[in-house]
């Protein structure tokens, strides 16, 4: 018994030793601040940690951009016009203006294909023939011919309506070189009128004050013709039918100074056209068209750009001695576009073809009549389909 008491006695003993100097303390835990700036043992970057071999994830889809408007969309050229709607009446209206036109021209042409189903190419030669007498020239003339010789050598134009489209297609290719109406874009938008002597200048001044007077624009009138005291009056005749201001000098004064102080007075009065009467220039004489070049100069000292439009009016009754007097102002003065008058009363409209073709001057009005609204605007698909077309409408005109 005393044995075990001193066994038990000495176990005690030992493990007081061991517990009291033999055992190392365990670590206290870390203050707070030590522990925010103990280190953090640094994990591995994904990049290092072995992982087989994965497709690349899919990119984030991304929020739709919204899109531009479409006045800046970018386009590697402009966008075509929307073609024009064709009027009926308008067309019926032209159509009935081009009677006599559609009765001489259009109607020998008519003829030649009349009751034919196959074309014999020798029919070229008749069409040539007919185009030539009916003022469409001769250049140009022999450029249509020469286009549909090819077709026709291709078989692509096989019978008379074939031919006939062709013929459409080639006139509105010719006719489509821009034009349309006066754009008054500036303020005011200066339209300067040149022409010989009895062509009708003065007159579609009046017409065209009419029209934008009508559409609420402010017009001024400039009587440059100075040397023909009637020409003065008729312009007075029309400022007071339509309400608008004309500006004149003297008898005989100098066409620059009056074109100077009616853009001077159009510019003070706030106005949105001027139009500036000439005298009739004899296009032969070279000391006249010079005159011309000064009206110009003077215009744009008092009005930087301007005139913005140079008009020049044709009578189409001439055929054409008009296609000369269109290509010698066209050499002495910049020429913005054509107003034709009296195409009611010529059988050969075909100048009109001849014209564009040969000066790459676009038309701009046709006169039609002597009514005010008879100035037409001119468009070239509205053109075509009243002088080619089907049909005997032009009540619908009416």
């Known amino acids: 018994m005393d044995a075990w008491v001193y066994v038990v006695g000495g176990i005690v003993a030992l493990a007081v030793i061991y517990f009291a100097f033999l055992r190392k303390p365990a670590a206290l ?17 994904v990049a290092e940690r072995p992982h087989a071999p994965s497709k690349p994830p899919p990119p984030v889809a991304k929020a739709p951009e919204p899109l531009a408007s479409a006045d800046v969309l970018p386009s590697d050229r402009p966008a075509a016009p929307a073609p024009r709607e064709l009027s009926k009446k308008d067309v019926a209206g032209m159509r009935k203006g ?29 069409i040539e023939e007919v185009m030539i007498s009916s003022d469409v020239g001769v250049k140009t003339t022999q450029a249509i011919l020469a286009r549909l010789r090819d077709r026709l050598e291709k078989k692509e134009l096989t019978d008379s309506d074939a031919v006939w489209a062709a013929l459409r297609a080639e006139a ?17 938008t200066v339209v300067l009128m040149v022409g010989v002597n009895g062509v009708g200048k003065t007159t579609s001044i009046g017409k065209l004050a009419t029209r934008y007077t009508n559409d609420g624009k402010k017009v001024i009138l400039a009587a440059g013709d100075t040397f023909r005291a ?10 007071k039918r339509v309400g608008s201001e004309v500006v004149k000098g003297k008898e005989g004064a100098d066409p620059g100074a009056v074109a100077f102080d009616a853009t001077e007075k159009a510019k003070a009065a706030g ?39 140079t008009l020049l009016v044709l009578d189409a009754t001439t055929g054409q001695n008009a296609l000369q007097q269109a290509t010698l102002f066209k050499e002495a003065v910049d020429l913005t576009g054509i107003i034709l008058t009296k195409l009611d009363g010529t059988a050969k409209g075909g100048i ?33 389909e009243a002088l080619f077309g089907q049909g005997g409408d032009e009540a619908a005109a009416a």
């Open 172 to 188: 509105t290719r010719i006719l489509n070189i821009g034009g349309g109406a006066i754009k008054a874009t500036n303020k005011p």
């Open 271 to 309: 106005a949105d056209l001027l139009f500036v009467d000439t005298a009739g220039r004899l296009h032969t004489k070279a000391p006249l068209m010079d005159e011309i070049k000064k009206v110009r100069k003077t215009i744009a000292k008092a009005m930087d750009g301007a005139p913005h439009e």
């Open 98 to 126: 081009l009677a006599a036109t559609r009765g001489g021209f259009i109607a020998r042409l008519t003829a030649l294909f009349g009751g034919q189903k196959e074309i014999d190419p020798a029919i070229l030669a008749q």
């Open 29 to 45: 835990p870390a203050k707070p601040e030590q522990a925010k700036l103990a280190p953090k043992p640094a994990e591995k970057p």
């Open 352 to 384: 009109v073809l001849g014209i564009c073709d040969e000066l790459k001057l676009p038309v701009r009005y046709v006169g039609l009549g002597e009514r005010a609204e008879d100035l037409r605007e001119f468009m070239a698909e509205e053109f075509v």
């Open 230 to 239: 009637a020409a003065v009056q008729q312009l007075e005749v029309w400022g």
